[in-house]
């Protein structure tokens, strides 16, 4: 839960050159959050996605550049039909009514996951919001759909094959520097801090091969009441880090 010292205190000591250049969040408890309220799980959806409105502005005001939000994992598909369909709905509507936001305040909007297999309604929405914030220079929000850190790998693998397939001849070499050029965050620095809310302990299958040195932080606060005061703590916290690397510092 966020502590009780107000934000200004903590925004005060915030060393903006010790701010992470990446943070990834996995966005837990919208449905632990409405069961809560005894409302449908969809409410506890819509009120996650004014989260994300006020994680996405906090994350833009601090300047940090980068933001990655696991919105919809291949496993999600699981979920029922019904709750799959209000969830692909609710995308829609922050694509439309929130690409404007985004605009204004600079941010420029990238997608990763297997876009393809999105319906087609929501590829579009996705792509007018990309290309309307293609040219923006602040935030660099990517949003995590039909994600799944193993389903990237081999996404990267066959694509590393097709490469190889295509360069007659040529011996295959395979380093990471390869493998890492055909990731889908292939043009994104690797996330410093990952933060999980609701309490998991778990990664579940996000960014699989980038979290490798990200430092991890867990907040037992549900997704739908994380603010900007729980991002702050989540930084001053990683802050607070040392970062060796596998070395001795
Ligand atoms: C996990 O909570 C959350 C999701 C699977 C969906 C995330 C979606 C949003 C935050 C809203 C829309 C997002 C955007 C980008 C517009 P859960 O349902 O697994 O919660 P539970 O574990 O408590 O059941």
New binding site residues.
Partial sequence: MSSEIPEARLLAQIHPERLPKHVAII?????????KRRLP?IA???A??N??RRVIEACAELRIPYLT?????VE?WK?PRREVEL?MQ??K???KK?VADLDRHNIRLGVIGRIAELPASVRQGLRAAVTKTQSNTGLRLT?ALNYGGRAELVDAFRSLMTEHASAAGAAPSLDEEAIRRHLYTSDLPDPDLLIRT?G?MRLSNFLLWQVAYAEIWVTET???DFGKKDLLEALLDYQKRERRYGGLG
């Fill in positions: 966005m837990d408890g919208n449905g632990r959050w409405a069961r799980r506890g959806h819509r996650g996605m989260a994300v939000l696991y919105a919809f994992s999600n979920r969830l609710l995308l509507e922050y694509l929130g949003l609701s998991e549900l997704w739908p």
